[in-house]
């Protein structure tokens, strides 16, 4: 497993970057700076494509990853990992319909569902990298 070890620490840091890039994206956009929204936010869209492919890449070869916390810090880690998963599949249609509309100029749509695209990545964004630091980094072994 040791050529894998890096992994993780590149994934938490591309969604820690797509976080950034998430937020940025929206700040400009509320400032009217269209052109500036938009790479931030094909930016933050390849930076979350490179976590995903990286993410499956390390969990085909490596398998899942215990965790390793115990007591009270159990159910929080759980809750936070399933609401995490749960939402990250919703997620990769709402970012695709989402960019798609973008793409296609159809911004009263593209707007509509932004408004749950955009916390909702966000949130699987944040989550990934505070679920990286209770995996490998608070309760490892």
Known sequence: MTHY?????????LNGASAVLIVAGRAFIRKGRLAVHRAFMIAAVVTSSLFLASYLYYHAH???????????VRPVYFT??????????????????????????????????????????????????????????LFSA
Request: proline share 4%.
């Open 62 to 72: 490596v398998g899942s990853v215990r965790f390793q916390g115990q007591g009270f």
């Open 80 to 137: 936070i990992l399933t609401t995490h998963t749960i939402l990250a599949a919703v997620i990769v249609p709402l970012v695709i319909i989402t960019l798609n509309r973008a793409l296609r100029q159809r911004f009263d749509r593209h707007r509509a569902i932004a408004r749950w695209t955009f916390p909702i990545w966000l949130y699987v964004s944040v989550t990934g990298v505070v679920i990286y630091v209770m995996l490998y980094h």
């Open 5 to 13: 070890s890096i992994f993780p620490a590149i994934n938490a840091t």
